[in-house]
């Protein structure tokens, strides 16, 4: 039989008992140990990639088995310094937006070979310059990051492959994005086509300053707006809250505050918060409120009444951001950004 | 300076371009080559651990900074056998249950040290086998699975950590679950309180079969309607459809099939779906059809009317999983089953 007139070669250790859980199971070093090896003489062996001596080869596949041995694909991945894994950076996970783009991703990474790690980072640790310290570490091979935090430095210190969804690096990392100016101006003209008087233009703190690219769509709906002599008043939300009870909240408050607002510009969760607690106040929607939802996902077309929205194209933007990632990945310099876009879908809210 | 006195030992390499997505950079190999020692030593050095001449290791080290090599976390986790990465494998993530339970795991494992790579298995490939394959090969130290498929034989041969969501494995691998029977007798209590005649059970096809937990939550609910002489008709749903159109079009096609029903038990969006799709044909709700949802994720709280529900406590079963993951995983034997409570919701749809 193979590997038996070598059985006198290879010492006897105490036999480790397989189980369940048992962090102990042989590694490659205890293989090297049994054959009686260096580390880097069992890699080869095992690994098939570099030279070793017949005889010495038996010996180590003989201690291997001894030891079933599993081959490790991380030390396939030391000498390739590749992980196959991409890690995705997301502000929530139960957004309806997030978990589709998340969904779409997965998919699309796995069709090209790649498998899918998530972190939210919407708790406030410090998960993403974990993930960016993966990255340099080589666990993951690309990031593709939507999370609106302001940690723009860690991320431009990194030589790496990260492709951004719809955050602005200043052109130092590819971003990927809808057609936000657009997505503006076509909510407004169906407000003014409408005869909306006064506006309530709301989103997240965080997309008020420049960097975060879907602030584009609520800075081009005001200067459509009010050129069109429509008055815009505007509200922010919390970049760090994404729960429905959040929204409802400030739904809630802005309803009162504004009490003579006939239109509404808000992302899909905070869209649909405005048309419950509208409707929990009597107010007729769409003859007194005007809501458009700016995301526009499967959600708020299901619901009744179905909500107005500007669509951005979740199947696309998730194509697009593969497509750069991978193509990064495989060495190729791509610089330029993205932008994918947007349609118009007439529900029953305005 | 610190290792200038072992610059003529270090071998001149041709320098190396870093540039993004370059898939050359050096690895712990171009080390061992450039300072002249094998693998293992440059590994020993580099890592910290075992004996290297303080000579060498100062070569090493100069080799490493002149080839910008990155520590290799791999490397670590070859010789521990420990990625510090969990696989979650769940259905869907658009489904609002399963988006909640992914962020739930995603921050309690983060919290205990563990990275989250999730899995989408409705697509119908080979994912499950995958990352079995993974955690065969140490990639990942764990598997959570929440997925429906019949390919129990796989799990079973792995003899790594698995936990199941509501998955039973025959006492093979432990399972965390909702209370199913008591959500079942307690939807049942409440259609029977309301005087309901004939009510609609619909669930999963594979939910079916014994091995699908949450089954027992609707063979419950029947048990004990028919008990008290109410009428059950019962309809299955596809398992590898989750999106809302397909629900829209289900909760349609029974509301026409079933045109004296008085109530449904669903899972929430399905639920959501009797609610638009009856409101959609003119039915009353609650007065003329009662829904109760089962699952109660925030969603269904959250919409008009508010959604009666049976609710899962998503982040006790997630504060489960990863409490039984990581024992088993530090080599604690937990093989029983973990049952959470479940809690009744009054909405304004039963």
């Given at each position: 039989m193979i590997g038996t007139s070598y059985d006198s070669k290879v010492k006897e250790l105490p036999m480790k008992r397989q189980r369940?859980?048992?962090?102990?199971m042989a590694s490659i070093k205890d293989v090297a140990n049994l054959a009686g090896v260096g580390l880097g003489t069992a890699s080869r062996a095992l690994s098939g990639k570099g030279y070793v001596a017949p005889e010495t080869k038996r010996r180590i596949e003989e201690a291997a088995r001894k030891l079933s041995y599993t081959p490790n694909v991380f030390a396939q991945n030391l000498l390739?310094?590749?992980?196959?894994i991409i890690a995705i950076l997301v502000p929530a996970m139960d957004h309806c937006f997030f978990s589709r783009l998340v969904q779409e991703l997965e998919s699309d990474l796995y069709k090209k070979g790649y498998k899918t790690m998530v972190c939210c980072t919407s708790s406030g640790g410090h998960e993403e310059e974990d993930y960016l310290d993966m990255l340099e570490n080589n666990l993951v091979d690309g990031i593709i990051t939507a999370t609106h935090s302001f940690n723009d430095e860690a991320y431009l210190g990194s030589n790496r492959v990260v492709v951004s969804f719809d955050r602005d690096f200043g052109g130092h990392i590819p971003m990927v994005r809808s057609d936000h100016k657009a997505a503006g101006r076509m909510a407004a003209e169906h407000f003014i086509k409408k005869g909306c008087r006064k506006v309530l233009n709301i989103y997240g703190e965080?997309?008020?300053?420049?960097?975060?690219?879907?602030g584009n769509a609520h800075r081009e709906l005001k200067v459509c707006l009010e050129a069109a002599g429509v008055q815009v008043v505007e509200e922010y939300t919390r970049q760090d809250r994404f729960n429905m009870g959040y929204y409802s909240q400030v739904a809630g408050a802005c309803l009162e505050k504004y009490r003579d607002m006939d239109g509404v510009f808000a992302s899909d969760p905070l869209a649909e918060a405005f048309l419950w607690e509208g409707k929990r106040r009597g107010?007729?929607?769409?003859?007194k409120l005007k809501i458009i939802s700016y995301d526009g996902t499967e959600r708020t077309e299901s619901i009744s009444p179905r909500i107005s929205a500007v669509v951005q194209q979740i199947d696309k933007i998730s194509a697009c951001l593969t497509d750069i990632l991978t193509r990064r990945i495989q060495g190729e310099e791509i610089g330029e950004d993205k932008i994918t876009e947007i349609l118009w879908r007439q529900g029953e809210t305005c």
């Open positions: 369940v859980g048992d962090r102990d390739k310094n590749k992980s196959g965080d997309a008020t300053e420049g960097h975060i690219s879907v107010k007729r929607i769409p003859q």
